[in-house]
């Protein structure tokens, strides 16, 4: 079946091809405020938008019309507007991002051999909420609400890792000794922080590896952590660690983190 744009009048096609790139168009400027820490001048966003002044001036007043975008009368630069923030507010309002990480999780079970998971913080520590299991591996040691070790997993290391110290002893008091295991330093914390997540190799069980991710909220504080069980050979194969990293950056992203 034709697109209805072409049973349009070759004229009225012509015009909703138009008004459709007047929306990409403005929708590329409020992007490009949204992206930057400070209001920016005209030119600054013509150039960054790759169009001229004037189409910018033109858009830019059009917006601020709109209520999407303000311009400060003493400068002339422009930022976003109470109109866009609202809709910022309702989406966030909108996002679950354990339900975001899942989704991450269940098509990275697809396409590698691991079982890909997400936990949340609770009072006895890591919880396993969301567990998706591989095709092409169906070996596991963990199921759906399982609570992990504090120190024995790589969940564990990472929710350590960016938790308030209080959150963590209050949890170390109540999970058994096995589960506890060596308190990391702050070098290793940091380490974890710097790496984007953590893995250990053969920890508990032989030629299992663990891997785990943080997830981040509009606030920037973890909200919950994704993570994969799989052979050490094949998560080296098919590059695991990465791949799961990239993961929870887009579920960060579209939860509203950095």
Same mark, same amino acid.
């Given at each position: 079946m034709?697109? @209805?744009?072409?049973? #349009?009048? @070759? +004229? !009225?096609g012509e015009k909703r091809s138009a008004l459709i790139q007047s929306v990409s168009i403005a929708a590329r400027f409020l992007n490009l405020l949204a992206q930057s820490d400070r209001a920016l001048a005209l030119g600054e966003l013509a150039k960054r938008a790759g169009t001229g002044r004037s189409t910018a001036h033109r858009y830019m007043q059009t917006l601020v019309r709109e209520k999407l975008v303000t311009q400060d009368p003493a400068s002339g630069c422009y930022d976003l507007g109470p109109a866009a923030l609202g809709i910022g507010i309702s989406a966030l309002r909108r996002i679950n991002p354990v339900e975001t990480a899942g989704r991450e999780m269940n098509a990275l079970a697809a396409r590698i051999g691991a079982s890909c998971g997400v936990a949340i913080w609770t !009072?006895?520590?890591p919880t396993l909420v969301r567990w998706a299991r591989s095709a092409s591996f169906s070996?596991? $040691? /963990?199921?759906?609400?399982? =609570? %992990?070790? #504090?120190? +024995?997993?790589?969940?564990? %290391? *990472? &929710?350590?890792?960016?938790?308030?110290? !209080?959150r963590v002893a209050a949890v170390r008091k109540l999970q058994p000794a096995?589960?506890?295991?060596t308190r990391p330093d702050a070098a290793a914390l940091q380490s974890i922080r710097k790496a984007g997540g953590a893995e250990l190799n053969e920890h508990l069980f032989s030629a299992l590896t663990g891997k785990a991710a943080p997830v981040?909220?509009?606030?920037? @504080? /973890?909200?919950?952590? /994704? $993570? =994969? *069980?799989? &052979?050490v050979a094949t998560a080296e194969s098919e590059q695991h660690f990465p791949l799961l990293i990239e993961a929870a950056r887009r579920a960060s992203a579209e939860s509203g983190g950095a």
């Amino acid at each position: 079946m034709d697109d @209805e744009a072409d049973e #349009l009048p @070759e +004229n !009225e096609g012509e015009k909703r091809s138009a008004l459709i790139q007047s929306v990409s168009i403005a929708a590329r400027f409020l992007n490009l405020l949204a992206q930057s820490d400070r209001a920016l001048a005209l030119g600054e966003l013509a150039k960054r938008a790759g169009t001229g002044r004037s189409t910018a001036h033109r858009y830019m007043q059009t917006l601020v019309r709109e209520k999407l975008v303000t311009q400060d009368p003493a400068s002339g630069c422009y930022d976003l507007g109470p109109a866009a923030l609202g809709i910022g507010i309702s989406a966030l309002r909108r996002i679950n991002p354990v339900e975001t990480a899942g989704r991450e999780m269940n098509a990275l079970a697809a396409r590698i051999g691991a079982s890909c998971g997400v936990a949340i913080w609770t !009072e006895r520590g890591p919880t396993l909420v969301r567990w998706a299991r591989s095709a092409s591996f169906s070996l596991s $040691t /963990v199921a759906l609400g399982d =609570i %992990l070790p #504090l120190d +024995n997993s790589a969940c564990g %290391l *990472v &929710f350590q890792a960016h938790l308030p110290a !209080e959150r963590v002893a209050a949890v170390r008091k109540l999970q058994p000794a096995a589960f506890r295991g060596t308190r990391p330093d702050a070098a290793a914390l940091q380490s974890i922080r710097k790496a984007g997540g953590a893995e250990l190799n053969e920890h508990l069980f032989s030629a299992l590896t663990g891997k785990a991710a943080p997830v981040f909220d509009a606030q920037g @504080e /973890v909200c919950c952590v /994704v $993570t =994969i *069980v799989s &052979f050490v050979a094949t998560a080296e194969s098919e590059q695991h660690f990465p791949l799961l990293i990239e993961a929870a950056r887009r579920a960060s992203a579209e939860s509203g983190g950095a």
